[in-house]
């Protein structure tokens, strides 16, 4: 049956590489490790790649299992390979960041006169060579060999396609960073990448504007909706009532289902044209979270739930993220501070040390 339905809408998925219960462990398993290095920034343009063939495996197997949040994943997988979303929060930031410092202490060190210590980024450490990059570049290129000798990237055309040109595209990245860091060629890469990344970054917005419209239009049309009952009906399934005591007590009052009913409908349907107001967008997108995160709870969709918040905050402030990511810093400073023992000064057997101006307008020492 798989075969037929893959045959059919020339899916791609991994796991009709073989039947083997071995083969399916490994592929799910590959898909949670990229998720996991993909959240948390290692090697993000190679995860971002393992992780959109990892989503579009497991779901493009049996896609009559999937909901409305797979489908925003399956979308977002494979607009997050176009983007450069790990360019801050990440391991790679910091990766770069540690790279830069090592590159400015060693400028620095080759001013210092012969003899005097060259102070290094990073705790006295000097910058060392990633060898994880070429390495995952040689596995997935080997991967990517294998899969189109025996034709099992699928029917479509366009993923092969874009599998080579994104296997080729971080070579020539990788060389270019290598070997001319400050040629025309390496600035042409990064204004190629910052095309890309701000294009997709306007169809991801455009995507969230259509899935809030069309679904907010969609329930005008309903009758339930127009007369402000279409939540009490999900609050007394018992598949969506992971709390029933809660849900009862939220159905029993009618002004409230009817409140929330509307609420709905208008948030959702006036959100993409809020977009040209920055700060009544700002107000309904903390509505629009707040309804998803009433969703998980009520409803039992923590999974939907977290998919559309993800893809709602690509409308975040700039100003809110930077204030997000400097009281992480310092919160993170803070937590891991090394504190330095002071030594207690005795009494009469201190010996102090204070700078004094000397005549000729030096400075002399004194004890």
Not at 159 to 187: M, Q
Request: glycine letters at 8%.
């Amino acid at each position: 049956m798989a075969e037929q339905l893959i045959s059919n809408n020339q899916a791609f998925t991994t796991l009709m590489w073989s039947d083997n219960a071995v083969w399916f462990e490994i592929v799910y398993a590959l898909a949670l490790l990229a998720a996991a290095l993909l959240m948390v920034g290692w090697h993000t343009r190679a995860m971002s790649v393992l992780f959109m063939a990892g989503v579009l495996s497991l779901q493009n197997r049996s896609i009559f299992m999937g909901d409305g949040g797979d489908n925003v994943i399956h979308l977002m997988a494979i607009y997050l390979v176009l983007t450069r979303c790990g360019q801050v929060w990440s391991l790679d930031a910091r990766r770069a960041a540690r790279k830069a410092r090592a590159a400015q202490s060693a400028d620095e060190g080759d001013e210092q006169e012969e003899g005097e210590p060259v102070r290094r980024a990073g705790g006295g450490r000097p910058a060392r060579g990633d060898a994880a990059g070429p390495l995952l570049w040689a596995a997935f290129g080997a991967v990517l060999i294998g899969a189109t000798v025996t034709d099992s990237l699928g029917g479509t055309v366009w993923l092969p396609v874009l599998f080579w040109i994104l296997w080729t595209g971080h070579a020539a990245w990788w060389a270019v960073n290598r070997y001319a860091p400050l040629s025309e060629p390496r600035t042409l890469l990064d204004v190629i990448a910052n095309l890309a990344h701000n294009a997709t970054l306007v169809v991801i917005m455009a995507e969230v504007c259509l899935i809030y419209s069309t679904a907010g239009w969609y329930k005008i049309q309903g009758s339930r909706w127009q007369d402000g009952t279409a939540l009490y009906y999900p609050l007394k399934l018992e598949y969506f009532t992971p709390w029933p005591g809660l849900s009862d007590i939220l159905a029993a009052s009618g002004v409230m289902v009817m409140v929330l009913t509307y609420a709905t409908v208008i948030v959702q349907v006036a959100f993409p044209f809020t977009l040209f107001n920055r700060r009544v967008k700002n107000v309904l997108l903390v509505a629009m979270i707040g309804e998803h995160a009433g969703i998980a709870l009520l409803l039992g969709l923590p999974f939907f739930s977290m998919a559309m918040i993800a893809a709602d905050a690509v409308f975040l402030p700039t100003v809110f993220l930077v204030w997000i990511g400097g009281r992480v810093s310092l919160g993170r400073e803070l937590l891991f501070q090394r504190r330095e023992t002071v030594p207690q000064p005795r009494d009469g057997a201190e010996e102090r040390e204070a700078p004094q101006h000397s005549a000729d307008g030096g400075h002399t020492l004194v004890r």
